[in-house]
């Protein structure tokens, strides 16, 4: 399995990006697709997460603000992130797992400024 992230970028507060991941390979396997993040100093955070059955989760900072969704079509998750807040800056990072493995994409940076 491959991911390969885009869409990150610099953004003011109150403002909306959209992460791409498109996904490649085995993708049969995979049970779940996230996003995380991780800002310096701090601890990789889920931020979401989508089943293969399409159930969702949020981390509670994002609930409300950040909606993850797949295209099977086109094999990519994305994560429209709105009104952005100055804390969700990170890398933010896809997330597959399957049974035997988990699979991480390179990340795409997230800046938003005050």
């Known amino acids: 399995v491959q991911l390969v992230e885009s869409g990150g970028g610099s953004v003011q507060a109150g403002g909306s990006l959209r992460l791409s991941c498109a996904v490649s390979?085995?993708?049969?396997?995979?049970?779940?697709m996230g996003w995380y993040r991780q800002a310096p100093g701090n601890q990789r955070e889920l931020v979401a997460d989508?089943?293969?059955?399409?159930?969702?989760y949020y981390v509670d900072s994002v609930k409300g603000r950040f909606t993850i969704s797949r295209d099977s079509a086109k094999n990519t998750v994305y994560l429209q992130m709105n009104t952005l807040k100055p804390e969700d800056t990170a890398v933010y990072l896809c997330?597959?797992?399957?049974?035997?493995?988990?699979?991480w994409g390179q990340g795409t940076q997230v800046t938003v400024s005050s």
């Open positions: 390979g085995s993708i049969f396997s995979i049970n779940v």
């Open positions: 997330h597959a797992k399957t049974v035997w493995h988990d699979y």
């Open positions: 989508i089943t293969s059955s399409g159930s969702t």
